[in-house]
């Protein structure tokens, strides 16, 4: 667990989130973090009598770019009013730290955490938590060879206070941050 730690020290969501980072929404372009929680709130506005999710899932992908490997992370947030369309944005973050399998879906796992200790403090303040069910999307499932992890991961999700979703519900890793991977 020490190694996977160190290694988010290098990710760092949290500390980029303060950073001002860039996040990316296929409708409102580029925006920074306060920005997407105004873009949540102003959705969530208007259709105050919906009700919506809150869900938060990270993906990643191994590319060999010039002979070399490289890692891209996608977190995606996304806010689904439910039965009526959802707006997503999303972060991506590069390594040339290529971890084995279990790390990485660690640093998947633990990016979607940080990245929800980062941004549903000021979330909650823009919209009332009693509008909102919110999720941690885990790109792992029953099938394949992550199927051994799904416990670990979940259990990492839940003691922190949050509902794990994992294969085939975790769209937001496995299909919404997966397309920007």
Not at 24 to 44: D, N, Q, R, T, Y
């Amino acid at each position: 667990m020490l190694k996977i730690c160190q290694g988010m020290a290098k990710i760092g969501i949290i500390g980029l989130v303060q950073a001002n980072i860039r996040f990316h929404s296929p409708s409102k372009g580029e925006l920074s973090a306060p920005g997407i929680i105004k873009e949540i709130a102003v959705f969530v506005n208007e259709q105050p009598g919906s009700f919506y999710r809150l869900v938060i899932g990270t993906d990643s992908q191994t590319k060999r770019i010039d002979g070399h490997s490289q890692i891209d992370y996608v977190t995606a947030i996304v806010v689904h009013r439910q039965g009526r369309g959802a707006r997503y944005f999303w972060y991506k973050k590069k390594s040339n730290d290529i971890p084995v399998l279990r790390d990485k879906i660690y640093n998947e796992t633990l990016m979607s955490l940080d990245m929800a200790e980062a941004l549903v403090p000021d979330i909650r303040k823009a919209v009332s938590p009693v509008k909102y069910d919110l999720e941690i999307h885990i790109d792992v499932g029953s099938l394949g060879p992550t199927r051994e992890m799904i416990r670990e991961v979940v259990g990492m999700v839940n003691g922190n206070g949050y509902v794990a979703k994992t294969k085939p519900d975790s769209w937001a890793a496995s299909s919404v941050a997966d397309k920007h991977t």
